[in-house]
């Protein structure tokens, strides 16, 4: 029998095409039942304020870098949402001195334009320009990392995609969107093959960086944290690191301070990781059967499911 009809966008899977059973135990989660929900291969941490929880998100890239050498180079891959981290990086580095010759880093994704290419540096929601100037470009020149190891997604993935090979990744950072997904993996849309049923999350797996046509619910929330509400400014298509290079990151961090999921969000998606409950219409539960992983909690942001009239 073909599952429910997703309850935002009916052509498309989602968290809503989920048995409201699993969805209800999931609102009823509190702090307390979401700390239980560590494992062997899933930890859930809490921060008490942002500043601390900022930091602790810089402090990974610093950890990551530190272990780079010239016979042994390691990256990280990092996102644009958060992006108060990024600052704080830059001071880090240059306040410790720390020479970032053998290090390197990934962008996780990038606008695709209406031309078929990576949308410029002069596009106002351009991820790489963010990354350079909250970051890069605030580096001490002298212990900057050479742009050669600096890897932005582009249209034609197959550099990038090269990129990852002989390079170490200690840690793959990411936010979680509306929609449920790391960097820009959302669910697919409901047609041929995958009318009845989302693609197996072995099917899901499987697919590397590529060119995505992303969810409305992804639309709409980048339009809501980066572009004021415009969401005539948010185009329809990306560029996303995959499945594939996230299971080469030896950890995958996701850092949630309540700005770009919902308190359900949140829950949700690490009940169905503790539990093994992988399913490729909610991305992130397919995290389940990554060896390392990491939730990282803003207490402040975690707000309640309970019904709340405004």
Request: proline content about 6%; some cysteine.
């Given at each position: 029998m073909?599952?429910?009809?997703?309850?935002?966008?009916?052509?498309?899977?989602?968290?809503?095409?989920?048995?409201?059973?699993?969805i209800n135990d999931a609102a009823r989660l509190t702090e307390r039942d979401l700390a239980q929900l560590s494992r062997p291969g899933f930890t859930v941490k809490f921060y008490d304020?942002?500043?601390?929880?900022?930091?602790?998100?810089?402090?990974?890239?610093?950890?990551?870098?530190?272990?780079?050498?010239?016979d042994n180079p390691v990256g990280i891959c990092g996102p644009i949402g958060p992006t108060e981290q990024l600052p704080l990086v830059a001071r880090l580095v240059n306040e410790l001195g720390l020479n970032l010759g053998a290090a390197h880093f990934w962008g996780m994704d990038e606008w695709l334009g209406d031309d078929g290419r990576e949308v410029s540096q002069?596009?106002?929601?351009?991820?790489?320009?963010?990354?350079?100037?909250?970051?890069?470009?605030?580096?001490?020149?002298?212990?900057a990392i050479p742009e050669a190891h600096l890897h932005f997604p582009k249209a034609d993935v197959s550099e990038y995609v090269?990129?990852?090979?002989?390079?170490?990744?200690?840690?793959?950072?990411?936010?979680?969107?509306?929609?449920?997904h790391w960097a820009f993996n959302d669910p697919l849309k409901r047609e041929g093959a995958y009318a009845d049923?989302?693609?197996?999350?072995?099917?899901?797996?499987?697919l590397g960086t590529r060119i995505v046509e992303l969810h409305p619910v992804t639309l709409a929330q980048n339009a809501r944290t980066s572009g004021g509400g415009n969401i005539t400014l948010v185009p329809a298509k990306a560029?996303?690191?995959?499945?594939?290079?996230?299971?080469?990151?030896?950890?995958?961090?996701?850092?949630?301070?309540?700005?770009?999921?919902?308190?359900?969000?949140?829950?949700?998606?690490?009940?169905?990781i503790s539990k093994g409950l992988a399913d490729s219409a909610v991305p992130m539960s397919l995290l389940a059967d990554h060896p390392n992983v990491q939730f990282n909690y803003?207490?402040?942001?975690?707000?309640?499911?309970?019904?709340?009239?405004h």
């Open positions: 073909p599952r429910k009809l997703s309850h935002i966008a009916p052509d498309w899977w989602d968290y809503t095409t989920l048995e409201n059973d699993l304020t942002l500043e601390d929880f900022y930091l602790a998100e810089a402090l990974e890239y610093i950890a990551a870098w530190r272990q780079a050498t010239a002069s596009h106002p929601l351009s991820f790489e320009k963010a990354d350079r100037q909250l970051c890069f470009d605030r580096i001490d020149p002298r212990l090269k990129s990852w090979d002989g390079v170490r990744c200690a840690v793959m950072q990411g936010g979680q969107g509306d929609i449920k049923a989302p693609p197996s999350p072995e099917e899901y797996r499987r560029i996303t690191v995959g499945p594939v290079e996230t299971w080469k990151a030896e950890k995958v961090s996701i850092w949630q301070a309540g700005t770009h999921d919902n308190p359900l969000g949140q829950r949700l998606t690490a009940l169905m803003f207490r402040g942001g975690l707000g309640s499911c309970e019904v709340e009239m």
